[in-house]
């Protein structure tokens, strides 16, 4: 509890106490020959004690024009039965409101919780190293590109960056809900936000703290609040016209009976405040969005960032998942596991590995780095002699031409050749082929093969028996290169040889054949995978080897990579809207019940304080279950 709460709670335990006392004296007949007026005072102080802020709320509000709120709904109900003298009854209403608001914000900050824990792997400081040595302390935002920080054990992480000296173990629970430490050495990549074990490590920054991990996911988790789901939405509607109604409704039950000589006024106004506490529509209000806020919550405890209540809820109807191939399904660390030089090239192996780093010089993607790791493990050099290239250029799903030795070097898949006119024997290897030709002759192909990720043929059986029906993988690798990935994972389909705009189209298409209400989801993690991210219904984005675009068009964001977190986000998201559903259904069904019996005059006040504070306490417990993990 807050030191709000822990006041508010001491409030409740004294008027509680008091309201007891009452309550025994006014059922035992002790309180029948006092005066009127002690009566009143009696259980006015209490009802002060207890209501003074309500009343007081209800004040400013109304001098702002908010009229129909809780607030001036209990401070009308109440006053209405001190009008009555149903005095005992007042103070209940008023006492066990408070108890219910109470139980309210606890229950709100709990389901936070979990999402406010990741609000704490924000760094307080950075110890930047300076040129003479001595060590600064500053503040994240001041770390530059390029600074060399001391991370002492058990310090934050303030900045994305690589280890340049130390050995240490990196707690990145906070971030990926791993409770393993990864292991950090020279050369590592460590992402700010974890925490640093025992050792003492120095890294140099490669991101600014703006750009850095840590400040884009509390920049998502402050902005996850505002997205709300379709569900939250549709209560805040109904809270605004409910209100009102049921409001203009208790003003009619309690003017027009006694009118037409139907009933007393006592009678009237009675019933009227039990129409005023009813009419609150507090269950409503905060079960919802806590039941939401409960199954973010849930998720952010595994390591899963959805970015609002709105994509949880899509989330839950998911039936199809595409998949982007390359580091999402596999590890994106490709290897070099063929060299087949043409019988007619005329050159070595060693050669054909050279040309191949040539043209891949100037890229960053994978297969391009592992053939340059393949080219530095063979020749012994750092880098291919960079003096003897020009007019590099990059050709979107075909490969790269550029000027080498005087003359053109193409590097690329069995498109760029044919468009070039070049005659080349198709290689039947299963990875993906990188073929070369140099003056306009076929030298030979380079095969780089990528390794399946662990655990993902197991996590697409899960997704199944979460209610995943199709699962499909899209790639521009070459069909067989596809076809072997897709065999050894038992993904449902697989559609191969496509250019980035490919994947928007086919997954435009696939929008189009979904049924109502069901979702498609799309897996990715690259820079290419942006537009396609944001088109699906769900963009769900590697968040620990994704880049920077892919995360931000993403609606969830798998902190560690892992696709088998997929299935258990599904679930949650099912179980969520199943939880918000009940409270929906059961708030408005009992509402609705004790409305009627109180126009009639067959029920009293202290069902109508169930129907709002009871109803609001199951509720809030029913959606405190959206926190729990189901396995």
Known sequence: MTKKQ??????????????????????TGMLDNVPLLLKIIIFLIPYIAIGYDVIKKAAINIRHGQVFDENFLM?????????????????????????????QGVAVGKSRQAITDMMSIAPEYANIIGEDGQVREADPEDVSVGDILLIRAGEKIPVDGVVVEGESFIDT?????????????????VISGCLNGEGVLKIRATKAYEDSTVAKILELVENASDKKSRMENFITRFARYYTPVVTIGAVLLALLPPLFGQLSFADSIKRACIFLIVSCPCALVISVPLGFFGGIGASSKIGVLVKGSNFLEAAAGITRIVFDKTGTLTKGEFAVTEVNVDTGAGISENELVTMAAAGEASSNHPIALSIMNHYKKVSGDTDVDRSLLSDAKEIAGHGISVNYKGKELLVGNQKLLNE????????????????VAYDGKYMGCVVISDIIKDGVKDALKAMKSAGVKKTVMLTGDRQKAALYVANEIGIDDALYELLPADKVDRVEKMLLEGDNGSKLAFVGDGINDAPVLMRADVGIAMGSLGSDAAIEAADIVIMDDDISKIPTVIRIARKTLRIVKENITFALVVKAAILILGALGLTTMWLAVFGDVGVAVIAILNSMRALKIDK
Do not use: C
Request: aromatic share 12%.
């Open 6 to 27: 822990k006041k508010m709670r001491n409030r409740i335990l004294v008027v509680l106490s008091v309201f007891f006392v009452l309550l025994i004296l006014e059922k």
């Open 75 to 103: 401070m009308i109900a109440t006053f209405g039965a001190f009008g009555i003298g149903e005095y005992l009854e007042a103070l209940a209403v008023m006492l066990f409101y408070q108890i219910g608001e109470l139980f």
């Open 173 to 189: 629970a906070a971030l990926t809900g791993e409770s393993v430490p990864r292991r950090a050495s020279e050369g590592s990549e």
């Open 420 to 435: 070039n006119k070049i005659s080349f024997t198709e290689s039947d290897s299963a990875g993906t082929v990188v073929y």
